[in-house]
Structures are given as C-alpha cells and as structure tokens.
C-alpha cells in the first residue's frame, strides 16, 4: 500500500477516504487508479467509471434509452464462442425523438443542457469545484475554477490568447499567457462552444481571469467490451447513384463477405464478419450541391437507394447490416439525423438490415459502437492544427477529449436545437465510427477504437480542387473478442 500511496502522490492522484476501503478489497483497482489521468481526484464513483462496472451499467442503461428498432439473437453465450449467433442491439437512436421547435428558447435550451451535462463530467472527472462564472470576484486576488463555454478565442497583438467564458449566471474574458503556462496546445485547440473548466487566478488590477489550467472533460481509460469471436466490418461513404460511385471495388469487397473469395483463412474471417457498419451516405443524393447532375448516373434519389439495396441484398443473411445516414442521404442536415424513412429508401427495408440515426449508438455483441457520419470533422481540421483531413482519427480524438460529436454551433455542421443535446457523448463507447471526410484511419484513444472508414468514391472534381486524396475501397475489420483490428484492400 505504501508504494502505491507514493505512486500516487508522483501522479498527483487525490484520493477519496471511501475509495482506499475499495481498494482493499479489489487488487484490480489499484491498477485502474494508477491508470488515471494526473491531478485525478479519486473517488468511488470514479473508480466505478473506469471499471468493468461501466460495461453492464452503461450497456442496460443504454438499451432502455434506445427509441428505436431493436434486434437480438442466440442465448446469451460466454465471448469467445462462435457457436452462438452474435447479438446486435439498438442502445440509442436519435429518429422520431427530435422535439425541438427550431425556436431560439430550444437553442438556449440546447446550450444550457449541453453545460449542465459536460461540467457535471468535468466536476465528476477532474474533481474541481467550480465556482459559476457570475460569482467569480473581479478586481481581487483569488484562486479560482470555473466551467463555461467558449463564447469567442482571439488572439491579442502580443500573441496571447484572449477567450471569454460564459455560463448562464454571466460572462467573463480570460487570458492565457501562452508563454508562461506552457499551455500552447491546450490553448490553440480551443473551439467556440466548447464546454470546459478552466482555473487561475483574478487579480486586483484587472476584470480578466489568468488561466492556468484548461480542462477538458475527456474520456477515462477503459478495457473496451468484447463480443464473441464475430467481426465487424465498418465501411461508409458508398455514394450510390454517382459517376464516380465504385460499383466494381464494392462488389469485389462483398463477393469476398459471402465467402466467393479468398484463401481459407479469409475465408474464416468472411463466415465470422456478422456486422456490416454503413456511416452514411450510401447514396450521393440528389440536390446536394450545385451541378450536382452532371455528376450523376442515377439521377432519381429512390433508384439510387434501390441499386444500393440490389448490391446489399446479394451479402448473405447472418450479416447484419446497420445503416446510418450522412449529408447525402435523403434526410434532413440537421443533426442529429433521423434514420433514412421508407419515403425515399423503401428498397432498404431488408430482413437483415437496420436503420438508425446519426449519430446512434448499437451494441455489436456487447461492443458499443458509435456511430456518427462525421459532418463536424470538417469543423474540427478547419479549427484544430493539430487535425488533418490526411488524418482522421486525430480530429476524432478530438471529439472524444470534448465527449462532443459537434461541439461548434453555426459552422459547417447544421445542429437542430433540442432541448436535449443528441450529439453529446455520455455513454463512452468502445469504437467510435465515423466516415465523411473519405480518408481512412484506424487508431485507439483511452480504449475507444477509432475508426474513419473512407470512401467508395473515386476522387471527386471538388476533392481535386480541395487537393483531397481520398482512400477508396477499404475496409476496417475488427474482431470483437480481442479487439484485433485489421484493414483489406478492395480498390
Ligand atoms: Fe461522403
């Protein structure tokens, strides 16, 4: 106990009285908590947040969010056995749950609830007691923490960064001196609307806040779930109906699913790829952008979603297909994205295939995967310097530091006010899917898969202008017992 006691005094680790009693009877927690970030306070409910706890807990709580279709199947066998038939499972599905009126009190609404729910995160993760941002004293010497959000970043002449924080009791500028706090990168990733903690001190001769820490809410360190020794294909982008649409490579990718190709142990690999993960934009729409017919070969949206059902329909029936939709699709842009409606994709209706929102969150055999077509990276690589469009996944991790799929308001990502934030990430998810920006990356966060799926469009003249390479024709593959990943080439 002594040595882990200084382990956690070099780490900065807090700990709550109760949780030194939890940890005498659970030797697994004391790795955990060593496992944490610095500065963690540690309390019992934190240590309950990074254990294995979180899988049932999150997992049942999550079913009975879900709004939406569900589906289950075979008994509830132990992992690792491929005898059983896997199990998929809508946790959470945004379709028919969108309430806003689309009126500025449903925007207000949408801030207020998006800062009660990141700074209840921030104050459970990072332990800080934050003083509301209307009660900070100016013009005094005192130490303070607060949680606001973002209202504006600029830069000062002498290259400085100047933000104003505000929560729903008042606003307040700060500064971060980005010389003296080393909080260079911290600092030039902040987004407007970003909800974080911040703390420093006020002095006597200013209104302005000296910060010296920034915190974001992030996600824990987790052991991801696992499934049975099923895997998981993730693949978005399709693009049906466009000139530039890769029917070829596509059909090669799903001849190899139903097991036509291959050696035998690919073979294997195919009969145990039970899930079908599709991120949005499975057609290229119609009315998307203009000119946009000149580059179509479907020109009528409702063909274009049944030529995408023709090629699903030949994959056989134990794969389960799970479709999202993305800014192509045939539903509205603001997200989060209802399920695409039988009105256009009737085509869709298939005994193994289901249609949830974006983002929405299923259960793949136990593995959570979050699904969300990825709108916002464009805001984040056109805001982050540390994120590229080369690079994905760095501007997913993004998101998971801010537990936000679209944590700016009023840039390129259409958010519908509700008075419930959809896009917020409260459940932390074992993988995390995305597509739209059609390059690919793979990578893990803090235990959470990272998965951008690319493309089955050949580069586009936009992308040619946009100097946009994208990578077409692969496929992540995951195994959801070990959590293996690999990556095959169609294209
Ligand atoms: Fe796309």
């Known amino acids: 106990m002594k040595e882990f006691l200084e382990k956690c005094a070099e780490r900065r680790l807090l700990l ?57 199947g075979g008994e509830a066998a ?40 990141l700074g209840g995160i921030l104050k459970r993760r990072r332990g800080i007691n934050p003083r509301k941002v209307g009660t900070i004293p100016r013009k005094m010497e005192r130490q303070v923490a607060t949680v606001g959000m973002v209202s504006s970043v600029s830069e000062t002449n ?81 693009h049906v109906g466009s000139t530039t649409f890769l029917g070829e490579e596509l059909e090669r990718f799903f001849s ?25 934009d499975v057609v290229d729409g119609v009315g998307v952008y203009p000119g946009q017919e000149s580059h179509l070969s479907v020109t009528d949206l409702v063909e274009q979603y049944e030529e995408a059902a023709n090629l699903l329909d030949t994959l056989p029936d134990h794969v389960e297909i799970i479709v999202a939709p993305g800014n192509h699709d045939a539903v509205r842009q603001a997200e989060p994205q209802p399920a695409v409606s039988d009105e256009f994709a009737e085509a869709l209706d298939m005994k193994s295939l289901t249609l ?5 969150t299923v259960s793949l055999d136990g593995v959570k995967v979050l699904v969300y077509h990825g709108r916002s990276l464009d805001d984040v690589v056109n805001c982050v310097p540390s994120a590229t469009y080369e690079e994905p996944t760095a501007a997913m991790k993004e998101l ?16 519908s006010p509700e008075k419930s934030d959809f896009m917020l990430v409260d ?45 077409p024709g692969i496929v992540p593959l995951m195994n959801l017992s070990s959590g293996e990943r690999m990556k095959l080439r169609f294209a």
């Open 158 to 238: 002498n290259g400085n960064l100047l933000l104003r924080i505000e929560d729903e009791t008042g606003e307040m500028p700060a500064i971060v001196l980005l010389r003296d706090t080393g909080l260079t990168e911290e600092a030039g990733a902040l987004l407007v609307d970003e909800v974080v903690g911040v703390a420093g001190h006020t002095r006597k001769d200013s209104d302005l806040l000296l910060v010296e820490e920034i915190m974001r809410p992030d996600v824990p360190s987790v052991e991801p779930g696992r499934g049975g020794n099923y895997y998981a294909a993730f693949i978005s982008d399709l």
């Open 78 to 117: 132990s992992h690792g056995n491929a005898s059983r038939e896997p199990s998929l499972e809508v946790l959470v599905d945004a379709t028919g749950e969108s309430e806003g009126s689309g009126e500025l009190r449903d925007l207000n609404a949408l801030f207020r609830d998006r800062l009660e729910r």
């Open 400 to 415: 998971m530091r801010r537990r936000h799929l679209a944590p700016v308001y009023g840039s390129r990502t259409p958010i």
């Open 427 to 471: 459940d932390v998810p074992d993988v995390l899917h995305c597509g739209h920006v059609h390059t690919f990356g793979m990578d893990s966060y803090r235990g959470v898969t990272l998965i951008n799926s690319g493309t089955w469009q050949s580069q586009t003249d936009f992308q040619k202008r946009m100097g946009i390479e994208p990578d």
């Open 256 to 280: 190899w699913l139903r097991g036509d190709v291959g050696n035998e142990e690919q073979r294997d690999i195919a009969a145990k790829t039970r899930f079908l993960v599709i991120a949005g």
């Open 16 to 72: 709550h009285p109760e949780t030194v009693s939890m940890l005498g009877a659970d030797g697994g927690l004391v790795s955990r908590v060593l496992d944490l970030p610095e500065g963690t306070v540690v309390t019992p409910d934190k240590l309950l947040e990074t254990g294995p706890a979180r899988r049932e807990v999150s997992g049942g709580n999550g079913a009975a969010e879900g709004g939406g279709p569900a589906r289950t």
């Open 356 to 360: 949830v929102s974006s983002p929405s």
